[in-house]
């Protein structure tokens, strides 16, 4: 039989967790808003998410093909701009194309 844990050593660790995914989407959120601030006009209202890994993968989401071609082009002045707002290396710039959820 497992030792009984108490209800508050369950909430802190769910607070941790909780504190982590906070922390996850505060960056996620920072990260979008830095690749929309340097991409072209039309093209940064297609981007509807952006992560960058510890690895420097940068990964950017927007919601068609067409879009994301554009977007591939841009990577060139895209990587040193948002590594520099970000105070961050960014040594790879991946685009998916994923509906906007909803």
């Known amino acids: ?3 009984p844990i108490a ?3 369950l909430l802190a660790q769910g607070k941790a967790k909780l504190e982590r995914l906070k922390s996850g989407a505060d960056a996620a959120e920072r990260t979008l808003c830095a690749v929309q601030q ?3 006009g039309e093209s940064a209202a297609h981007v509807w998410g952006a992560s960058l890994d510890a690895d420097g993968v940068l990964t950017v989401v927007t919601d068609t093909g067409g879009w994301a071609t554009r977007i591939r082009y841009a990577v060139p002045e ?3 701009a948002v590594a520099g707002k970000l105070s961050a290396a960014v040594v790879r710039v ?3 194309v994923r509906p906007r959820p909803g």
């Open 1 to 3: 039989m497992r030792k």
């Open 7 to 9: 209800v508050s050593e």
């Open 38 to 40: 340097y991409l072209p």
């Open 78 to 80: 895209l990587m040193p």
């Open 94 to 96: 991946v685009v998916r």
